[in-house]
Every structure is written in C-alpha cells, then in structure tokens.
C-alpha cells in the first residue's frame, strides 16, 4: 500500500510517447504506480497520506543543470543590481546597500546588466564617492566581467601598470589607466584580496539556496562550483555538501562540480572515496573555452559586429585544456566545458571527436555548457558524437534584446539553436546558470516555449524557429537533465521503481486555456517521497 498518493489531476512521466496519467502513487520514496484514479485509489490504506490535484499537473522534480549553487544562495542577501535600469539606479542602490554593511565590508555580487541602459560600461568613477568606507567588486550578470571601485583596485594592486594577466583584460581610460572594469581572469586581481566566506555563512548560503531551489521545484542541481575565475570554489564547495549531506541536512540533490584543472585530485578522491550516493554524488569536472556574448569575450570566427577588431578570447589555453580533457577522460571522469562563441564550440567538438579517436568508445556524456553561438556544421554535431547540449532558455529572453548589435543579423541566426540541435537527435538538457539568470524552471520552459523577448519587442518569439513544444522544454529540465548527470537511472521521470521527486504545479498546464505558462505556480515539492515545500494559498 502507498505512503503517497496523489490522485485527480494530470500526471506527466516524462517518458516519451506515454499517455498522461490522472494519479501517482509513493512508497518509502520511490514511486510504485502511475495511472487512472482507479488504480491508484485502490492503494489507499489508513494512514496514507492524499492530495487531491483538483486537475491541477504532477510532474517530475524539476532538476537544474546549470547552476552556481552556494554563489547563489550568497547572492540572496548581497547587493542586487540585476534590474538596474539606469546609471543612477546603479548608484543608488550601491549606496543604499552600504547602509546596511558595517565600515570596512566588500561589496559584492551585483548582477548587473549595461545593457539596460544602452551598453555603456560602468565605472569605478560611477561609486566611488558613495563607497569610500567599503572595496566594491560586483559582477556583470554573466559572471566574466565586475566592476571594482578605486579601493578594491588599491587593495589588489591594480594600477596603470599591471598587465593584462592571460584569459582575461583590463578596462581602461584613453591614458591607460583602468576604468574600474575587469574582464574573466583579470577580475581575480582583486577578489583575490576578499577575505574568504566563513564555514557558517557558507553553510548559511546553501540553505537559503536550497529553500530557494524547492520552493520552483527544483529537487535536483548541478553545482557548477564558481566562475572562472573562482576556480577552487568547487572543492569547498563539495567538502560543504559532504558534511551538511553527513548530517543529513541536504534537502535536495546535488552533482557537485570541480574544476579540470584538479582533475588528478578527482581521480583520486573517486578512488579513495567513490562518486557519492543518490543525494550527493560528484567525479565531473569543468572548464572554460571562453568568456561570455555580454562582456565581448565569446570568442568567435569572425570579429563582433560592434568591436571589428576584437574576436574573443581564450579563457584557458587551448594546448592546456586540450590535455586536461584528455587526461580526465582517460580517468573515467564526466568532462564538462564551457563554449559560448561558435569557434570556441568548433574547437571543443573537434577536440572531443580526437580525444574519442584516441580513448576508445564508453558512456562519457560529453557536455558543452552553453552552447550558444554554433557554425552550421556544429549543429549536427552534438548528435553525431554523442556530445550533450547544456542549455540555459532563459538566456535567450534577456540576450535576445541586443544580440544582434553583439553579432550581426546572419550568425544571430544560429543563437541558442534549440529547435535544430533536437531535430538532430541530440540529447538537450535545460538549466539557469543562476544567478546569471532567475533558478526557476517555470520562466525557462517559458522561454524555450515562446522566446519572448524581456523587452516585449518579439511577441512571437525572437528567432521563433528555434521554439521548443512545452513538452520538449519539460524534458530538457527533467529526463534530459538528469541524463547529463548521470542520475537517469533514479530520477528524472515518473516511472515504478525511481526516486520520488514530484513538483505539482498550480494548474492543468497541458490545458489549451492554459495561456501563459510563465504564470504557472509550483503549488508543492516533494523530494524522495516526503513534502519539502507547501504553498500557502
């Protein structure tokens, strides 16, 4: 008899080609049968606990495969400039946040966007007669470029004479001197010098995150660890989720992610330790080609339409990846990099078809994380080589506004290729790259469905061939994701057997009055067959 039902409403399995179901039924966290209410009723015994859907939709837990976890969970309570739509604002709610901070503290995360005010880069200029008493250093939302203030550049020893350190650049003024921009690995310069997060404010942070996480449905993410120039985050971070997971307080699922460069020390922790268990598992391993479309670092064949003597860059030296690809591979571990510009995606796909050449065939899962700009003939790639595209949809709602100023109207074309990379056959799993983007899955199936624009200019959808059908979307977030991480043998559908991750969301979203999924609640989660987050109505 089951520990769970849930009856009355419309039950997705995310297996392609089933029928929707009307209920599900759990026992001792794993699911024991999906079907009609009849069926289901029938498992009923006293002490079972009933949830009527009301018709509303039960699917499976959300899972994320993009994310920068614990980062996030910090940036919950830092200085938000996601929104900041003018120079001013920018200023001003810098200021207001320094109100809240004693003397002396860092000012950091941000997320901002110069885009939202024509694509004028900030500078140090801009704050820093409202920061005097703290160092600044907060991020574009993409991670590759921050902006410090004058204090943060003295404090780490960035002057008119430092270099540009390899990977990464220095904004700077007509004579030379920095404007307070850091791009990729330059903006390590300073956060080198921001004193570490305690043990308790990380542990902190990842609650916050993952309450956060479940109450969108998220029951399962991988944790891409930092930025790029946050290499060693990822270690901390995995020895984080080991003690909370230890003392079992790791509310939800978690593939906790590296960094390449210490991919002999994977190699060993796997062998001294194994790869983890169904709540915390880990043995992938991440890289960076390149930098990011917003910060003009994607690295491209051709020169940006709006920078005609800039290509991008290499955040990693090619010869460098390339061995460390090589090397993890012939280690046994999942390699995962990141592309963004259509010849960082060529070079990675070539160097994945050599490295299979050279190491002989067996279920790796390559990932291109991101993928966003692709040549043609990348395209059919991912299918032909088994390579799996690590997508973010919500990427395409907010870069959609000034893409095509980046690249020109004709490779804009080839801009997070959904439709085409799934007509191939590949496999396509769907994330947020939080806190890059908003964590909930709802906003990204709703901008995989419809692609329109934050700014309202592309009602029917900006590059609308490249939509995905609401069930595709679904996929990407659950069965796709969890193929990506391995996790497809335990979750990611709704099948006898698996773990009992469920998200039921506020109405009938295969309903054809259903207008607008973006509206869509999560009403509640479950996580292995126990209620982790309740809607109050």
Not at 1 to 9: F, Q, T
Not at 459 to 473: K, Q, V
Request: one cysteine or more.
């Amino acid at each position: 008899m089951a520990d769970l039902v849930m009856i009355g409403g419309v039950a997705w399995t995310a297996i392609e080609g089933s029928a929707l179901a009307e209920a599900v039924a759990v026992r001792d966290g794993r699911i024991m049968a999906i079907g009609s209410n009849q069926d289901i009723q029938a498992l009923v015994r006293p002490g079972t606990r009933v949830i009527e859907l009301n018709g509303r939709t039960v699917t499976p837990g959300f899972i994320d495969a993009h994310t920068h976890f614990i980062s996030g969970g910090f940036q919950l309570s830092n200085v938000d400039l996601r929104d900041a739509a003018t120079p001013e604002e920018f200023v001003m709610r810098i200021r207001k946040f320094t109100e809240s901070v004693p003397s002396g503290a860092w000012i950091t995360g941000g997320n901002w966007d110069h885009e939202l005010w024509g694509g004028l880069l900030p500078r140090s200029d801009w704050i820093d007669s409202v920061t005097q008493a703290h160092p600044v250093l907060v991020q574009r939302l993409d991670g590759h470029m921050a902006l410090a203030n004058s204090l943060a550049l003295k404090v780490g020893g960035v002057t008119k004479e430092t270099e540009d350190p390899p990977g990464g650049s220095i904004v700077r003024d007509e004579a030379g001197v920095p404007s307070g921009v850091l791009k990729d690995q330059a903006i390590a310069l300073v956060r080198k010098a921001i004193p570490p997060m305690t043990e308790e404010e990380a542990e902190q942070a990842l609650e916050s995150a993952a309450q956060h996480a479940l109450s969108l449905g998220v029951t399962q993410v991988h944790d891409m660890g930092g930025w790029a120039n946050l290499d060693m985050m990822g270690w901390a971070n995995l020895e984080r989720y080991r003690r909370v997971h230890s003392a079992g307080r790791l509310p939800l699922r978690v593939y906790s992610v590296v960094p390449m460069s210490s991919w002999r020390r994977m190699r060993d922790y796997v062998a001294t330790h194994g790869r983890g268990d169904d709540r915390l598992w880990w043995g992938g391993v991440k890289a960076f080609v390149d930098g990011s479309l917003g910060s003009t670092t994607a690295w491209f064949h051709e020169a940006y339409a709006d920078d005609p003597e800039n290509t991008g860059l290499t955040t990693t030296d090619t010869t460098e990846l390339r061995n460390w690809i090589e090397r993890a591979d012939e280690a046994g571990l999942q390699v995962i990099v990141h592309a963004i510009g259509d010849r960082a995606n060529d070079w990675l796909l070539k160097t994945y078809e050599d490295i299979v050449a050279n190491n002989g065939e067996r279920d790796r899962r390559f990932r291109i994380e991101h993928a966003q700009h692709l040549s043609q003939s990348a395209i059919g790639r991912f299918c032909e080589q088994g390579v799996i595209a690590s997508m973010q949809p919500y990427h395409v709602v907010d870069d959609g506004r000034w893409a095509v100023r980046r690249i020109g109207p004709q490779r804009v074309k080839r801009a997070y290729a959904f439709r085409s990379i799934l007509d191939t056959g590949a496999i396509l799993a769907f994330g947020s790259d939080w806190t890059v983007a908003p964590l909930n899955p709802i906003l990204g199936i709703d901008a995989a469905v419809t692609r329109r624009t934050l700014d309202g200019a592309n009602p029917d959808g900006w590059i609308p061939e490249e939509r995905t059908s609401l069930e595709e979307a679904l996929l990407a977030y659950t069965a796709g994701a969890a193929t990506a991480g391995f996790s497809d043998d335990r979750s990611g559908s709704l099948e006898n057997g698996k773990l009992a991750d469920l998200v039921v969301l506020s109405e009938d979203i295969f309903d054809e009055h259903t207008h607008d999924v973006g509206d869509v609640q999560v009403d509640m989660t479950v996580v292995e067959g126990e209620v982790a987050y309740e809607r109050r109505f």
